[in-house]
């Protein structure tokens, strides 16, 4: 990427909330390293790398994952909700079916009226996606600490091998669920610089649960994820580097929310957005402009499935039949684990 591309890196000193707020990939990834040397249990099937772990107790696999969000709005109800659906992100991805949930809640100190109203909120603002998906809250933990916090640890059971991000095949093409740009658009809300009407339909957004759209997926893909903290760079790379291939993304064909390209000129990053930017020196930029939105964080992020040529066709069809509107924005090829952005 051109120096004058580079200057337009973040600044602002603020730490996001949602997944804006993660540990970047080096750090992670030096911590993890220790981890994989580990002896694993003769249960557990998943590596390093994968969206979720997979067990398999019998003919029986199971996924499990945890994930939580620092709080970006003020409404306990809606965090809650949005953290449900983030958090059964990568049960979807990994084409699992959702059944437990054990909640992770840290509170601000206040009264005990203040407390007790906050948790009802968190728990039916929880209950509003899980009870759709059938998912049983089966217990957590609660605390009190400097902020709010709301996360969720997720079981979910396949009778079939989860869909991992190694199982990708050379002239795949890349699916992308939803636009991209949260990240940005709650750091210019941070900032006081987001539109009210961009923000509302975010959340709006946000809040709607993915397993309609995952369950189509599921029966298309060679391998699937779902953009989170480390953006679409990141989260595509990831399935390069494990499937030993390389990407050829098409920068214009990437949906982004409104308001997110006026927030970019304005020069507003999310605060994980330099440590993602790392990952470009993964990638070859043909098309430098609107690329800086590949290294932006998603809370509850759109899936990026990897589904042969042949069958997508008719899974836009599907697709469109339950009102997601799915975009083709880059192919994969044989080659070294790499990105191409034209």
């Known amino acids: 990427m051109d120096g004058s591309a580079k200057k337009k890196k973040n600044n602002n000193n603020m730490l996001c909330g949602g997944c804006g707020s993660k540990v970047g990939y080096t750090s992670l990834e030096s911590a993890l390293k220790k981890i994989s040397k580990v002896d694993k249990s003769e249960y557990v099937l998943s590596e390093i ?79 509003s996606v899980f009870e759709k998906e059938k998912v049983s809250i089966v217990g957590g933990h609660t605390s009190l600490g400097s902020e709010l916090v709301v996360g969720f640890s997720v079981g979910g059971f396949s009778n079939n091998r989860p869909i991992t991000v190694d199982g990708a095949k050379e002239g795949d093409l890349l699916i992308l669920t939803k636009p991209l740009g949260s990240g940005i658009l709650l750091a210019g809300e941070m900032q006081s610089v987001s539109e009210g009407k961009d923000l509302e339909y975010l959340f709006r957004e946000m809040s709607k649960p993915q397993g309609d759209i995952a369950r189509v997926l599921r029966s298309y893909s060679n391998a699937m994820t779902d953009i989170t903290g480390f953006g679409l760079a990141g989260h595509l790379y990831n399935i390069c580097k494990q499937s030993k291939l390389s990407a050829k993304i098409m920068i214009d064909d990437i949906p982004v929310f409104k308001g997110v390209n006026e927030l970019i000129n304005k020069g507003i990053r999310s605060s994980i957005f330099d440590e993602n930017w790392k990952y470009s020196k993964h990638m070859f930029f043909k098309n430098n402009f609107k690329s800086e939105i590949l290294f932006d964080p998603q809370t509850a992020g759109p899936f990026l499935a990897v589904v042969p040529e042949k069958k997508v066709e008719d899974l836009l069809r599907k697709t469109k039949d339950i009102n997601s509107v799915c975009k083709v924005i880059g192919e994969l090829r044989k080659g070294k684990p790499f990105i191409e952005v034209a």
């Open 49 to 127: 790398g994968d969206d979720a772990a997979v067990l398999k107790f019998g003919s029986v696999y199971q996924t499990l994952t945890t994930d939580h969000l620092r709080t970006f709005t003020a409404d306990p109800w809606l965090l809650s909700r949005i953290s449900a659906i983030h958090s059964l992100g990568d049960i979807w991805a990994m084409g699992s079916t959702p059944k437990v949930a054990l909640s992770t809640i840290i509170i601000p100190e206040s009264s005990e009226l203040v407390q007790s109203r906050t948790l009802q909120e968190i728990i039916e603002g929880a209950k």
